[in-house]
């Protein structure tokens, strides 16, 4: 079974720029979550999906990044203008309904914004 | 909201020896409490986890053990080898009944090294 997978593996991109990250959960799983850790601290929460819909976006910093899950397979998350303090490792997880709890994580995103 | 700490934030032990690490936790109705690794450059990974019905879990040389009257759970590494050492993540849900699908909130890491 292929796990979570993200692309790009790195980005980096001047401060105003946009970007856009990709996460394809593990086939089948209704939950999907986006978290960031920045240098040194701890992995915070982004966002969580159940199938297309948002079910908590009580994490997202501000209205430059914005998620998307259309026909609830993958998703895509968008920083538009990026900013310096954007800059960390953005992680993919997701998980299935009704299981033990366990959330599968990505290989995660390092962005970069300069 | 929840507020998860882990202590100590670094911890460097002799292979061979045993590593305890330290994760306390805020929200009483937390009933799920996982541990994840994280070597470098790696995708964190779930390595042990533990419900509030039990006080402690094995698997091999791990194990966590839970006193949710003092809100707070430890990881216990025995035998300590050169690969575990990594970033150890402890989490706890945010709120859910079976913690299934609810957002983690994780504590800060520890970095672990294990010196051969």
Redesign the interface.
């Known amino acids: 079974e292929a796990?979570?997978t993200q692309f790009p593996s790195h980005s980096v991109i001047e401060k105003g720029q946009t970007v856009t990250l990709r996460c394809d959960p593990i086939s089948g799983h209704d939950?999907l979550?986006w978290?960031r850790r920045v240098m040194?601290?701890?992995?915070?929460?982004l966002l969580?999906f159940?199938k297309e819909s948002k079910?908590?976006e009580s994490?997202m910093p501000n209205n430059r990044f914005l998620a998307e899950r259309t026909g609830g397979t993958y998703s895509t998350l968008k920083v538009q203008p990026a900013e310096l303090e954007d800059s960390g490792v953005y992680?993919c997880a997701s998980?299935p309904?009704?299981?033990?709890?366990?959330?599968?994580?990505?290989?995660?995103t390092r962005l970069t914004v300069t | 909201g929840e507020n998860v700490e882990q202590h100590p934030s670094t911890l460097s032990v002799q292979e061979g020896d045993s590593a305890v690490i330290k994760c306390t936790y805020s929200d009483s109705a937390s009933n799920y409490f996982p541990w994840y690794k994280q070597e470098l450059g790696k995708r964190p990974q779930l390595i042990i986890d533990i419900r509030s019905n039990v006080g402690e879990k094995k698997d091999q040389r791990i194990a966590v053990t839970l006193n949710k009257t003092a809100k707070h759970f430890s990881l216990h590494i025995t035998e300590t080898q050169p690969e575990d050492s990594a970033v150890y993540f402890c989490a706890s849900p945010r709120y859910n009944y079976t913690g299934a699908n609810s957002k983690l909130t994780f504590g800060k890491g520890i970095t672990l090294s294990v010196r051969p």
């Open positions: 796990g979570v939950n979550y978290y040194g601290k701890e992995i915070k929460f969580h159940v079910q908590d994490g992680f998980s309904s009704g299981g033990t709890g366990e959330q599968y994580f990505g290989p995660g």
